[in-house]
């Protein structure tokens, strides 16, 4: 029996190739077949079965195009609707795959369909768990993405999942290995450990949401507590993994297509589209195309890319380093970004040498940026990073802007005023000001330096006081 884990660091995503005499099921693929492909043909394997833990919110499954490349079937839990030929499962049937079992535990909470399979070795012993976002190292799945008003509220998913866990995981053996499909990073929960598997039993004894003497009630609060707003893509993915999707072949023929400066300068302008530069940061903020946004490969390229591109459909042009065009459409598409219609070929170096229009966005470092906050009056500094992060610790005087919230907050901040921008590590905010400067806020400055560097150069910070505490301090 071989297990493996093909985890995906930039979207925090675990899928599983699983084989055994010479068969082998995938579960929760990413968008591109070939790595599953590969491990096939290396052993000599026919894949027999695509099994899908629920309808994914994060990312789009490679599902479709591996089911038509290899004949196998996919396979959902129960309650999963799709406009596509699959197997539904019941609660509790088995699949054999050459000398194991795979059991199917319908365990809805995370969404109605939400699916965790039990694999049993070749004694018939329970091994391990491939549990989706229903158990996370550390966590479990927020029970909000799948709610529907007038219906089914997170509460009652919630109360859904809190059964789930106690009926049908808890009970296994604590020996049972736990494999989920995301690690810290992703947004699909709240506190997952960067640990990508553990044991049963150990979570039993850290996990807050697996406490032995929890209620129900405890549980519905706790997890629906402190729930930040999803993205604006995780919908449109859930709704494409449920209805299907253009090959992705064709995604990447059409996105590969090169173009010269000034066929790059024509297709932007004729179609309107979006022109992405991947470069590093530091690449970026020296010199760029007017215009053009930056959400940089090295970063997490793809849950950003969702966050702030709201729509799916818009052509997307790229600028890259050379050498990962392809990587960029390949990651688009993992996010159902499709339309990418072509990159800069000989990339911003080949734009630079056409004599074609640049621009720059200014940039310092934690020093200049303390010596300017300490003499310049009246200085506008604008905090990019997430709610969680302005409440641990921010710059006296500060405003939270945070980037998750760029497009809905746009109106908070004037044209006239110059404005510093940083965040965390100085990739966030260097994002932010792309966005700004491509809607005519020309007065930016990026501080391209860690928070903690910003720190030990003594500018003033506030810690976050809750309100009640607030409150007990005016009482006393």
């Not at 630079?352 to 640049?358: Q, S």
């Not at 921010?394 to 109106?411: C, P, V, Y």
């Amino acid at each position: 029996m071989i297990i493996e884990q093909i985890y995906t660091g930039c979207l925090a995503q675990g899928a599983y190739y699983i084989e055994s005499r010479g068969e082998a099921a995938i579960i929760d693929p990413l968008r591109e077949t070939e790595p599953y492909l590969k491990k096939a043909r290396d052993s000599k394997a026919s894949i027999k079965y695509i099994f899908e833990t629920h309808f994914h919110a994060d990312f789009v499954s490679g599902h479709l195009d591996l089911a038509r490349e290899t004949g196998a079937r996919i396979v959902y839990g129960p309650n999963a609707e799709t406009a596509y030929e699959k197997y539904e499962a019941r609660d509790g049937e088995e699949f054999r795959l050459g000398a194991v079992t795979i059991r199917v535990l319908h365990t809805p909470g995370h969404t109605p369909e939400s699916t965790t399979y039990l694999l049993l070795d070749e004694k018939g012993r329970e091994y391990a768990i491939f549990s989706g976002d229903t158990l996370f190292i550390g966590d479990v799945g927020r029970p909000d993405l799948a709610q529907k008003k007038g219906s089914i509220t997170k509460e009652d998913l919630a109360g859904w999942l809190y059964d789930s866990l106690r009926n049908k995981i808890m009970p296994l053996p604590d020996s049972v290995l736990v494999y989920p499909a995301h690690g810290a990073g992703s947004a699909c929960g709240k506190n997952m450990s960067s640990e990508t598997w553990d044991t049963l039993g150990n979570q039993k004894k850290t996990n807050y949401a697996l406490r032995a003497d929890m209620t129900r009630e405890e549980f519905i609060a706790e997890v629906t507590a402190g729930l930040q707003p999803p993205p604006q893509y995780f919908a449109k993915n859930a709704k494409i993994n449920k209805t299907g999707y253009e090959s992705f072949d064709k995604v990447m023929q059409r996105g590969a297509q090169a173009l010269s400066p000034k066929a790059f300068e024509m297709a932007a302008n004729a179609e309107g589209a979006i022109m992405l530069d991947v470069r590093p940061q530091e690449e970026f903020v020296r010199g760029f195309i007017p215009n053009s946004i930056f959400i940089g490969l090295d970063g997490t390229f793809a849950p950003w890319v969702g966050a702030l591109v709201t729509s799916l459909q818009h052509p997307i042009l790229v600028i890259a380093p050379r050498g990962r065009e392809a990587e960029t459409v390949m990651r688009l598409a993992r996010v159902g970004y499709d339309n990418t219609i072509g990159y800069l070929e000989g990339g911003f170096e080949a734009w630079k040498a056409a004599g074609m229009e640049v621009d720059s966005i200014p940039s310092i470092d934690a020093e200049e940026f303390a010596r300017r906050f300490r003499t310049l009056p009246g200085i506008k500094v604008l905090d990019v990073r997430k709610p969680g992060e302005w409440e641990a610790e921010h710059i006296d005087g500060a405003q939270h802007f945070a980037l998750d919230f760029i497009n809905e907050n746009m109106a908070e901040i004037n044209r006239d005023t110059e404005y510093y921008l940083h965040c965390r590590s100085g990739y966030r905010s260097a994002i932010a000001a792309s966005i700004l400067k491509s809607r005519g806020f020309d007065k930016l400055i990026n501080v391209d330096a860690m928070f903690d560097a910003i720190t030990s150069a003594g500018l003033p910070t506030t810690d976050y006081v809750c309100p009640s505490t607030l409150k007990t301090q005016e009482d006393a």
